[in-house]
């Protein structure tokens, strides 16, 4: 951090030689090691299907519960062993991480998108707008998103923008609080003040000035929401909710694999393992990303 | 004195040279603004009844400590601020009688320096997309000059066009600022404290390129500001702010050699030792 401060000082100083800007290296490393492995993980999961390299997908009732090839009694055919239908548990990590995958992209999205939108308004408006919001925001953030769910999945049935829906509904408030709380910020400093003084009209300042200036914030938001839609997708699977067969998602594997714990633990524990990593790495990058961005842009 | 302190600026104060014209530029009559302290509900007057007239090419400067509402008078005077009461005309137009619309023109009149030079600038911005799109808002106001002639004209180098605010000094991110605002071709340059965030080397630079815009473009100015030395290097005429009312206002000279008001003698013995005298 003293680095970080240290070279904003410089750059303040009489004449800065540096005619591009530096990134503080220390953030981006950090950025850069989180990030990988991610991409990683999103390259095998979409490609490894096309390699053939994977065990055939499908049922094979001769061979159900087999361990994982580490185990004794396992075998290299099926490297973390399969299921109580027989599947092969890798096979079906690799398909089903395709969707979970998505989910996590998409539900950050649809909570993303209204989010910053309702908090934009509210934080730059102010007056009834921001209380009226700020008010829903609460509400929001007071109910249980289980019930929320509970009530529109029992209403529509589970399907993939009901799953959505649900996304959307529990995470905006989240992102609108934040959202708002930046903006309060961005709306106080001069330059918009600047702007209303030679007759910027409030559209402009708002999505040509506010908005882009939340743009960190809004990126570190949108990492840590595709950890929270995964996390959200996975409890929703679990209790049957979410992803229905003959879908499968890291959550439903989960669900299945739970009452074959005592027999068959590997069933549950990758798809448990591989969220945990997945939701950790993401959580993580949007943190490092929330730090990273402009400690050197934005004065005290 | 009490007529003084009523119309303002007294007349016959300096003129700069700018375009003679009757209809002031500003004109400030009983302003009232008033703050409500939302939890107690008490009411704190920061502006209590100023008047203030600054004709064409006038410089007017307004001293006093911090919490006076100087600023706070500023932004009101400008329309950019809140108001409680009083009456406000920008270049003979009341804010009260005209639109929003036409609000928005008007304001492109009066433009505004502010103190800390990085915070008046977008951050993601650079020096040459800031223009670009002052030059959208105005396209025929703004012809008059590009953009290097225009970084000239504040003494900075072409070069800095492609920079970010915060890879600009306090100076030239200032220079930049007085840039802007010169662009528009105020009529009225409001500075708010244009000197206090910089280092003491670049003060005297920034505060001659002030006077030279003035001189040059004939716009009338009104300088915030609670450092003496800085008010008299520019300005005609002062008025002196104590907790939200003119104590004492004229001429420069007249205020700062002979001070009717005990508080601007105070003011003045607290300056440190003939700092503001050495200059000029």
Redesign the interface.
Known sequence: MSRLELD?RT??????K??K?RKPRRARTSVFWLAMPLLVIAALVFVLPVTGLLPEEGQDLTRTRQPPAFLSGGTWEHPLGTDKRGQDVLTELVTSGRLTIMIGLVGALVAIGPGVLIGLLAGYFRGWVDKVISILIDAQLALPFILIALAIISNRGSSLPVLFLVLALTGWAACARVTRATTLAVRE???I?????????EARIVF??VL??L?GTIVALGTLQVGTAILVESALSFLGLGVVPPKASWGSMLASGQDELSQAWWIAFFPGLAITVLVLLVNLLGDALLTHH?P????R | MAEMLKRGSPAGAGRGPGIPEDVPVLAVDGLVVEHRNRTTGEVFRAVDGVCLRIGAGESAAVVGESGSGKTTLAMAATGLGPRSGGEIELLGHSLDAIGRRRLRELRREVQIVFQDPHGSLDSRQSVRSGLRELRGLQRERTAWIDDAGLLERVRLSPDLLDRYPHQLSGGQAQRVCIARALLMRPRLIVADEPTSGLDVSVQADVLELLREVRESTGAAMLMISHDLAVVRAVCDTAHVMRHGRVVESGPCETVFTSPADDYTRELLAAMPGGRWRARR
């Not at chain 1, 003040?193 to 009209?201: D, H």
């Not at chain 1, 050197?296 to 004065?299: A, E, G, L, Q």
């Open positions: 904003s750059s303040k100083g009489e004449a800065p540096a005619p800007a400093r001069q330059f003040l600047g702007l209303r003084a030679v007759g910027a009209s040509r000035h882009p200036n743009a402009d050197r842009k934005r004065r």
